[in-house]
């Protein structure tokens, strides 16, 4: 990190504008810009004293004077643990992949959105997931929305949490979503926009915690013209562009004290005042809130004011882990692999038995999002038809770590998949007979990948028997 504290991005561009914009975009994050025009100007910049404390480096992919590709190879060659990002005016899935595959860390397209440009620099500041050695690509680009019905998880705690999202919807209170980052809080909320009466208006979704604590003001309730120094053009706030719709607050604890008492307001009175501006203006938002923390504790350290968490926690969702619901792993591998074939032009892969016990043991500090990026990382490098463990080195790595003289993963998963029943409610009551008996069903059909006559088989049970079963407990689409 740069001497003075600030993060210091190297920007690769012959641009002129494109150069101002970025380096304005990084400012507000708190980032320092140091350029580079072409490839052998770069490569220079890194033997500087500013480019040996470099935090990332920012390439355009269409630059005229070099060779993008080429360029990332060079750097990754020279520092590789220095996160790359990529900007491109294409929206050509190949262009990723083939900087994926030379070494890129991250992936924009132009014209870029502040959001999105904010978000990918503080990433590169998360010493946890750089340890962590994987990568933050397209998977975060997995933008089409699913309905309730299409989240993939049958472990009782996450169906429990998808029940409640599914109750939120048809109502018009706010809804908190607590749980661990990457467990699919955004997922949830767009299922719950989409079921609900506004579906047909937009749902705007922000980020709290990648917007400088300076500028969230002026970005949820905008600002007029010359509110403040550098307020040259009038801005509409993020909930005036949701009205009549959902906004999506995401990292809501991270929001400041200050800015909390204007969301209080917008909640107690429908009402959003820009700064500068005479005048509130009544708008009819619904919103959604979520946070990685546990926001009772945040109220009682003072950090969060407890009238605003009883305004946003009308419903409250819970969203487990995914080292909660392990059984879950091979239908959400499956099913994120079917995704990233469909949308950015992947070869349709299929994936190992042996690969899927071996993602089962793995602890996923990440959550769906980590597997989300393991498994994009393994279907670009992918020389085959199918995934096995081979694919995944850093996994195998861990779990060898982890389970020393192990040698067979799929024995291990099974081994997870009984561990994953659960015998007792929270109340420390035994579960009814029925719902332990759906629970084995599903983990079975998804043992067995939905070969019923095996299912029944396994289960000691005649396959007339095992549907009727199925009807009795109301047990679909489980595999």
């Not at 994050?29 to 033997?47: E, H, K, P, V």
């Not at 990568?135 to 933008?143: D, G, H, I, V």
């Not at 938002?285 to 605003?308: H, M, P, Q, Y």
Request: net charge negative; aromatic share 4%; charged share 25%.
């Amino acid at each position: 990190m740069a001497l003075n504290g600030m993060p210091l991005l190297l920007l690769i561009d012959d641009e002129p504008a494109q150069k101002r914009l970025v380096s304005a975009l990084a400012a507000r994050a708190g980032w320092r810009t140091i350029y580079a025009s072409d490839q052998d100007a770069a490569l220079a910049t890194l033997g500087t004293r500013d480019g040996m404390q470099l935090d990332a480096v920012l390439i355009d992919h269409w630059n005229p004077a070099m060779k993008p590709v080429e360029t990332i190879r060079q750097i990754r060659e020279r520092r590789p643990s220095l996160p790359i990002l990529v900007i491109t005016s294409q929206n050509d899935v190949l262009d990723a992949v083939e900087a994926m595959r030379a070494g890129a860390s991250d992936y924009l397209a132009k014209p870029i959105a502040p959001d999105r440009l904010l978000a990918a620099l503080n990433a590169t500041l998360d010493r946890a997931e750089e340890r962590s050695g994987e990568l933050r690509p397209l998977t975060e680009k997995l933008t089409a929305p699913l309905a309730f019905n299409e989240i993939v998880g049958g472990a009782p705690h996450f169906l429990a949490a998808l029940a409640i999202a599914a109750k939120a919807a048809r109502a018009r209170v706010p809804v908190l979503i607590e749980g661990e980052s990457g467990v699919g809080k955004e997922v949830i909320a767009q299922a719950i926009h989409a079921a609900s009466p506004r579906h047909r208006n937009r749902m705007v979704a922000v980020n709290c915690g990648a917007i400088p604590a300076n500028l969230v003001e002026s970005e949820l309730f905008g600002h007029e013209r010359g509110a403040f120094t550098g307020a040259f053009e009038r801005q509409i706030g993020k909930f005036v562009d949701a009205d009549m719709g959902t906004i999506f607050l995401d990292e809501v604890s991270e929001m400041p004290l200050d800015a909390q008492v204007k969301l209080l307001r917008v909640l107690q009175d429908g009402e959003v005042q820009p700064l500068g501006a005479r005048l509130p203006t009544h708008i009819d938002v619904r919103v959604i809130a979520a946070t990685n923390k546990v926001l009772e504790e945040e109220v009682a350290a003072g950090r969060f004011r407890e009238d605003l968490f009883y305004r946003l926690n009308v419903m409250h969702v819970t969203v487990p882990p995914l080292r909660e619901r392990s059984t879950d792993i091979p239908a959400l591998a499956r099913h994120l692999l079917a995704r990233l074939s469909s949308q950015h032009g992947l070869k349709n892969l299929s994936i190992t038995n042996e690969a899927l016990g071996l993602l089962m043991q793995h602890d996923w500090p990440g959550n769906v999002r980590q597997l989300q990026n393991v498994l994009f990382r393994a279907a670009v490098l992918c020389e085959g038809d199918f995934l096995g463990p081979q694919d995944f080195p850093q996994i195998a790595a861990q779990a060898r770590t982890l389970i020393p003289g192990h040698t067979n993963a799929a024995d291990n998963a099974d081994h997870n998949d009984g561990g994953a029943i659960t015998l007792y409610e929270q109340t420390g009551h035994i579960r009814q007979l029925a719902d332990i008996e759906a629970d084995v069903i599903r983990l079975a059909i998804g043992h067995y990948r939905g070969r019923m006559t095996e299912v029944a088989r396994r289960l000691g049970i005649g396959r007339s028997t095992l549907y009727r079963k199925l009807t009795e407990l109301g047990i679909d689409n489980v595999a």
